[in-house]
T-cell receptor, first 114, second 115 residues
Framework: GESVGLHLPTLSVQEGDNSIINCAYS??????FIWYKQESGKGPQFIID?????DKRQGQRVTVLLNKTVKHLSLQIAATQPGDSAVYFC?????????????FGTGTKLQVIP | GAVVSQHPSRVICKSGTSVKIECRSL??????MFWYRQFPKQSLMLMAT?????????EQGVEKDKFLINHASLTLSTLTVTSAHPEDSSFYIC???????????FGPGTRLLVL
């Protein structure tokens, strides 16, 4: 289930189950979105991205869904593995920043239970 | 993906001293580098945008005289925390990008502890 900590929401998932991590973004004019994975003590690692002219994009074991109507982004991880345990951030690219400049969301900690 | 390194990975310094953190793009020329700060259990907060050969652009609330940024080459940007204080203790992360690349590539971060 989900719980909200002092700053970081946590999602606990059984190994092998699918994970869904949600994100609400703030700027309706944002046209590019990215999901990052950050393991403890490391920098963010790119997972998958999506542009505003799409509503779904699939990668290897991951799918990103974009709902522009409600400014919602989700990351689905299939068959979650212990190595997926990390903090996941969504990031949006609001104008006029160009593709490179992004604003990070709050983050969700994913805990995979073996 | 591209490789970005940071040095040092962690540093401990006394209050009042200055600390320099290096960010290097190892396999591409980074026209733009970003510097972020991250406190425990919080998100990354952009401090400044650094373009090669020009002055950095600082985000609101970030003191440019305290956090000196130099982007002298297409592969190196440095962040100097001047007169560091305990409240500057944080995880500093850089990222690098270029016009032909759609996303940023992040370094491994530098843990700064000011005593």
């Amino acid at each position: 289930g989900e719980s909200v900590g002092l700053h970081l929401p946590t999602l606990s998932v059984q190994e092998g189950d699918n994970s869904i991590i949600n994100c609400a973004y703030s700027n309706s004019a944002s046209d590019y979105f990215i999901w990052y994975k950050q393991e403890s003590g490391k920098g963010p690692q790119f997972i998958i991205d999506i542009r505003s002219n799409m509503d779904k994009r699939q990668g290897q074991r991951v799918t990103v869904l974009l709902n522009k109507t409600v400014k919602h982004l989700s990351l689905q991880i299939a068959a979650t593995q212990p190595g997926d345990s990390a903090v996941y951030f969504c990031a949006e690219n609001p104008p006029p920043g160009g593709y490179q400049k992004v604003t990070f969301g709050t983050g969700t900690k994913l805990q995979v239970i073996p | 993906g591209a490789v970005v390194s940071q040095h040092p990975s962690r540093v401990i310094c006394k209050s009042g001293t200055s600390v320099k953190i290096e960010c290097r793009s190892l396999d591409f020329q980074a026209t733009t580098m970003f510097w972020y700060r991250q406190f425990p259990k919080q998100s990354l907060m952009l401090m400044a945008t650094s373009n090669e050969g020009s002055k950095a652009t600082y985000e609101q609330g970030v003191e440019k005289d305290k956090f000196l940024i130099n982007h002298a080459s297409l592969t190196l940007s440095t962040l100097t925390v001047t007169s560091a204080h305990p409240e500057d203790s944080s995880f500093y992360i850089c990222s690098a990008t270029a016009p032909q690349r759609e996303t940023q590539y992040f370094g491994p971060g530098t843990r700064l502890l000011v005593l």
